[in-house]
C-alpha cells in the first residue's frame, strides 16, 4: 500500500514531498466519506492528521526535511486502518464519486488548501 510506503519514511525523517501529498489525499478522502456518513468516527482521527500533517508542511517550508511528530504518526496509522475500512464498507462505484467529489471539494475551497513550494 502506497501511504503505508510513504508513512514510513516519515516516520525515519526521509519523507519527500510526494509522501506527504500521498498521505494527504488520503486524509482527505476519508474526512469526505466521514463528512458523508461513510465512517464518521474518522474524523477525530482526520483532525488530528491534518493538524500534523499542515505543521509537517510549514516545518518543510523552512528546514527541507520532511517528517512527522509521534502524535501525527500514530493519527496516520488510525487514519489508514479507518481508510481501509471506509473503502470496504462500499462498492467501487460508490467510492469513485467520493474520489470525484474530494477533488471537486478541494478546487472548489483553494483558498483552504495548504501546497508545498
Known amino acids: 500500500m502506497t501511504e503505508l510506503a510513504a508513512l514510513e519514511s516519515m516516520t525515519k525523517g526521509q519523507g519527500t514531498v510526494q509522501d506527504w501529498r500521498t498521505l494527504v489525499d488520503l486524509l482527505n478522502l476519508s474526512q469526505m466519506m466521514g463528512w458523508s456518513g461513510v465512517g464518521a468516527e474518522v474524523l477525530p482521527v482526520c483532525e488530528k492528521a491534518q493538524e500534523g500533517l499542515h ?9 527541507l526535511i520532511m517528517g512527522l511528530d509521534g502524535v501525527t504518526i500514530q493519527a496516520i496509522r488510525d487514519l489508514i486502518e479507518y481508510a481501509d475500512l471506509q473503502q470496504a464498507s462500499i462498492h ?26
Do not use: D, H, L
Request: aromatic share 12%; proline share 0%; net charge positive.
Open 92 to 117: 467501487r462505484s460508490e467510492f469513485e464519486k467520493f474520489v470525484e467529489k474530494t477533488r471537486n471539494y478541494i478546487k472548489g475551497n483553494g483558498n483552504r488548501v495548504v501546497e508545498i513550494t
Open 55 to 63: 505543521k509537517a508542511a510549514m516545518r518543510y517550508q523552512e528546514t
